[in-house]
């Protein structure tokens, strides 16, 4: 079964203060590593798409790397716009479905 | 805005009860998806379709079914509700089959909640 574990489950910041969320994975074969950003009671917005080691993606203040076991999201000099809960995704060769990790929550402070 | 309709936003309804949720996909998107997010449990997959056929289920309980439509909209059926059925319910749709690489885009969200 796919498995994703994402560390640590939530992380202050301050503004300008650079950090990096963890997520680790198992998986049959990967298709794709995603990472989402979730608002509260919003749905889920897609940021990046990973699909093999050594593939780094970035978009304004995050830049998402992939390794054989593990993505990194780097939040370089953080606002308070980036508070949010960053979600870890993959899916496997054969199957469509998404399976997620619980999440990194981070708050950014001014 | 990811192009993805969820109706409605919020459902209030009390346990026994049956609840429709309705979801329209991206223009152009086949492929829909429903999951489930609770607290403790993070955003599971309930159930895929492609194109008006079933694809694929995860943890999906009897009780609940869905189907897409000609039109591509799809709908999610919960019945004999739980208190434990509070829920985010999530619809997300994607271009591709398959064997094609494609991002899921989610839509905003139904919020049930069983009293």
């Known amino acids: 079964e796919d498995q994703v574990t994402q560390s640590p489950e939530a992380l202050r910041l301050q503004e300008g203060e650079s950090s990096s969320l963890n997520c680790s994975y198992t998986v049959s074969g990967l298709r794709g590593l995603f990472w989402y950003r979730q608002d509260p009671g919003k749905g889920p917005e897609f940021l990046f798409t990973?699909?093999?080691a050594g593939e780094e993606k970035e978009k304004e203040r995050l830049k998402a790397t992939l390794t054989k076991k593990e993505s990194f999201l780097h939040i370089t000099a953080p606002k308070p716009e980036d508070s949010a809960t960053y979600l870890c995704a993959v899916q496997a060769y054969g199957n469509n479905r998404l399976a997620f990790g619980k999440g990194n929550q981070v708050v950014v402070i001014p | 805005d990811s192009g993805v309709t969820q109706t409605p936003k919020h459902l209030i309804t009390a346990t026994g009860q049956r609840v429709t949720l309705r979801c329209s996909p991206r223009?152009?998107?086949?492929?829909v998806y429903w999951y489930q997010q609770s607290l403790d449990q993070g955003l599971q997959f309930l159930i895929q379709y492609y194109n008006g056929e079933e694809r694929a289920k995860g943890n999906i309980l009897e009780r609940f079914s869905a189907q897409q439509f000609p039109d591509l909209h799809s709908e999610l059926n919960l019945s004999s509700l739980e208190l434990g059925d509070s829920a985010l319910y999530f619809c997300?749709?994607?271009?591709?089959?398959?064997?094609?690489?494609?991002?899921?885009?989610f839509g905003p969200g139904t919020r049930l909640t069983v009293l």
């Open positions: 990973l699909y093999s």
């Open positions: 997300a749709s994607s271009a591709g089959t398959s064997t094609t690489r494609h991002t899921q885009y």
């Open positions: 223009s152009g998107d086949l492929s």
